[in-house]
């Protein structure tokens, strides 16, 4: 199975700081890979996939990016209601994998 | 528009069997696959499986000895059936979709169901 490790496991971050969450591939997944934002009680929601596409009605300030088998997820000025858990996912492979989640909560 | 909504019994006997019900509106299963995925409270995201358009599944290799997917396209449903349940997998089950421009990807969640395992 494709390990994610993805890290931090928590980050508190202020207003309008930059923010950067990575998901580390156990192998090449090209660019199979997804984020998602998960508030408390909710469903996850798509930000990103395919590694750097925006997912319809997402802001902006989202942004995906790939370095070999190192995925980055970017919020470039956090806002109040970025709070929550992401998670990668990657669909290279049986069985998809996601990874352990990044708690983001405002400082 | 396209919704999923989960249903099943809440509570279940340890080494019984699950039965869950994903009930879709908005689009057709024969056009749109339906993925299962559960989140134990307070944990993270693991994939079950899936039903494709075409009607094979494919399932997580760690419970595919217990699991089985299946649809009744004239009634727009998808079903979860597993087998010798046991605490572990007390969970939030979701269903899921794949949205119009982002192919593949769960763009649609239904609302999730809680499924606790226990005597």
């Known amino acids: 199975d494709i390990q994610m490790t993805q890290s931090p496991a928590s980050l508190s971050a202020s207003l309008e700081e930059i923010v950067t969450i990575t998901c580390q591939a156990s192998q090449d997944i090209g660019n199979w890979l997804a984020w998602y934002q998960q508030k408390p009680g909710k469903s996850p929601q798509l930000l990103i996939h395919?590694?750097?596409s925006l997912a319809d009605g997402i802001p902006s300030r989202f942004s995906g990016s790939r370095s070999g088998t190192q995925y980055s997820l970017k919020i470039s000025r956090l806002q109040v209601e970025d709070t929550g858990i992401y998670y990668c996912?990657?669909?290279?492979?049986?069985?998809?994998?996601f990874g352990g989640g990044t708690k983001l909560e405002l400082k | 528009q396209v919704q999923l909504k989960e249903s099943g019994p809440g509570l279940v006997q340890p080494s019984q069997t699950l039965s869950l019900t994903c009930t879709v509106s908005?689009?057709?299963?024969?056009?749109?696959?339906v993925h299962w995925v559960r989140q134990p409270p307070g944990k993270g995201l693991e994939w079950v499986g899936a039903i494709w358009s075409g009607g094979s599944t494919d399932y997580n290799s760690a419970l595919k000895s217990r699991l089985s997917i299946s649809r009744d396209t004239s009634k727009s449903q998808v079903f979860l059936k597993m087998n010798s349940l046991q605490t572990e997998d007390t969970a939030i089950y979701f269903c899921?979709?794949?949205?119009?421009?982002?192919?593949?990807?769960?763009?649609?969640w239904g609302q999730g169901t809680l499924v606790t395992v226990s005597s």
């Open positions: 899921t979709r794949s949205g119009a421009v982002a192919k593949g990807w769960f763009a649609y």
């Open positions: 395919s590694a750097t």
């Open positions: 996912l990657q669909r290279y492979s049986n069985p998809w994998t």
């Open positions: 908005g689009f057709s299963l024969t056009s749109n696959s």
